[in-house]
């Protein structure tokens, strides 16, 4: 029996290979050397080394140079970002986040989920024959990877179930609590010195926090999102655009209240897999049918949900005429269409 499997090289992959190895060059390039690696009480001084930690980054160069080994991790992750050779600089941005969550002292759930990301996005990059991970692939390489892109869509597929659980359990482990429950969470988020917003947007926050109705919107709004974003994959396409742009302003407004940065772009490389369809390309649309016919064929969103070719011809021609052109996430038989048969 021949099974279709759409193949992962793609740049949306891509896509989310950058954002997590920004994230975590954020931290190493932001933070200082006395902020990430210092004593913690009860624990020691990190980095520990013990355990599986000792294969970290931090834990194989001396002690006296931890300075130069974070700028060289951030000087990785930054080629890692690039997009160059994948399979080559997948092993290195894996190892980096693992040894960033169990080295330094400072470590959140942006980095244990920026350290899943990089190894589950390591299995398809080890196997990316392409140059750049922005990058087509040729025509004819994937039937001769055949092994790999059944791997690659596998650990694609369960990054995206890994993401829904992520979403459920952030969302159900809240409602517990009273405080979430009544909708005053973010009464006392909002009014904290520590993790409240900075100066210049109080003026328009505390406001809302003045009011219950805006306290309960602040409050109720982000479970709303995280349990849509669990559902993702049990809802079509065209509502999952939706849902990847209330999850992207959902970390935005988080990373921007409460300064968590990198666990945003970290989120948003998995929200990019977990809401864009699997296989498909991100690709300007085109202004005439005649345009996207002279490369291999139309483009619709309804051929890179299935992976099952191009779409309609006229309808997509026309629209295109009228659209403006904007990024969108296509399949013709040259990317998104085109499918590995095992």
């Known amino acids: 029996m021949l099974t279709r499997v759409p193949q992962p090289w ?9 954002l997590v190895a920004l994230g975590t060059a954020g931290t190493l390039a932001f933070s200082a050397t006395s902020t990430l690696f210092r004593p913690v009480a009860m624990l020691g001084d990190y980095p520990l080394c013990e355990g599986l930690s000792r294969a970290g980054v931090f834990c194989v160069v001396p002690g006296g140079q931890l300075t130069l080994a974070r700028w060289l991790c951030v000087a990785a992750l930054l080629v890692v970002a690039s997009g160059w050779r ?3 600089t997948a092993p290195a941005h894996a190892w980096i986040g693992f040894s960033v969550f169990s080295g330094i002292a400072i ?10 990301l ?6 398809p990059a080890l196997g990316d024959p392409r140059r750049w991970h922005w990058q087509r692939l040729p025509d004819g390489v994937e039937d001769r990877r055949r092994g790999w892109a059944l791997a690659g869509s596998g650990a694609l597929v369960l990054l ?5 659980f992520l979403y459920f359990q952030a969302c159900v482990a809240k409602l517990p609590h009273s405080e979430w429950a009544d909708g005053t969470a973010l009464w006392y988020w909002g009014t904290s010195d520590t993790f409240g917003p900075p100066g210049p947007l109080r003026p328009l926050v505390e406001p809302m926090l003045a009011l219950p109705v805006g306290v309960a919107v602040l409050t109720w709004l982000p479970l709303f999102v995280e349990i849509a974003l669990a559902a993702c994959l049990l809802v079509r396409q065209r509502l999952r655009y939706w849902l990847l742009a209330a999850g992207v302003g959902f970390h935005l407004s988080i990373a921007v209240m409460m300064g968590l940065w990198s666990f945003a772009f970290a989120m948003w490389g998995g929200l990019v897999l977990l809401c864009l369809p699997l296989g498909a390309h991100l690709s300007p649309r085109r202004r005439a049918g005649a345009d996207a016919r002279a490369e291999d064929g139309t483009e619709g969103d309804a051929g890179a949900e299935r992976g099952d070719g191009p779409a309609d011809s006229s309808e997509d021609g026309a629209a295109a005429g009228r659209a403006p052109v904007v990024p969108v996430p296509v399949a013709s038989p040259g990317d998104a269409g085109r499918v590995v048969r095992i």
């Open 160 to 164: 995206r179930v890994q993401m829904c």
């Open 118 to 123: 990089a190894l589950l996005l390591a299995v």
């Open 107 to 116: 470590s959140d759930g942006g980095d244990q989920i920026a350290m899943i």
């Open 10 to 18: 793609t740049n949306v992959y891509g896509l989310a290979r950058t």
């Open 86 to 88: 994948p399979r080559w």
